[in-house]
């Protein structure tokens, strides 16, 4: 199945797919860079280990895995050190991310 088939239902791939899509889109807009198949290649790499820490390390439920995404993409792009949220109660967001 892939690069999340062991951290994501196969009916989530799409889901997936789409968050890191508009997380990589969202990077890009925030740097006012152009987007070469490089760049993207390398945003969707740090997206996927991103995934990987959160899912399978951390065992961060999907939607909270994803809610983060953006701004852990942020700091991964800036340099900026991050750690988890270490909330043991989350709330999803309201789908502004």
């Not at 925030?30 to 790499?45: K, L, P």
């Not at 999907?62 to 340099?79: S, T």
């Amino acid at each position: 199945m892939g690069a999340f088939g062991d951290l994501v239902a196969r009916d989530q791939v799409g889901r997936v797919s789409l968050a890191i899509e508009r997380a990589i889109e969202r990077s890009f807009r925030e740097d006012g860079a152009r987007m070469t198949g490089d760049e993207v290649r390398r945003r969707f790499s740090i997206c996927e280990r991103l995934v990987r820490r959160l899912r399978g390390d951390l065992g961060w439920g999907l939607q909270r895995a994803l809610d983060h995404l953006p701004r852990y993409l942020r700091c991964e792009l800036d340099g900026i050190p991050w750690q988890p949220d270490a909330r043991t109660v989350w709330v999803p967001a309201d789908g502004g991310t």
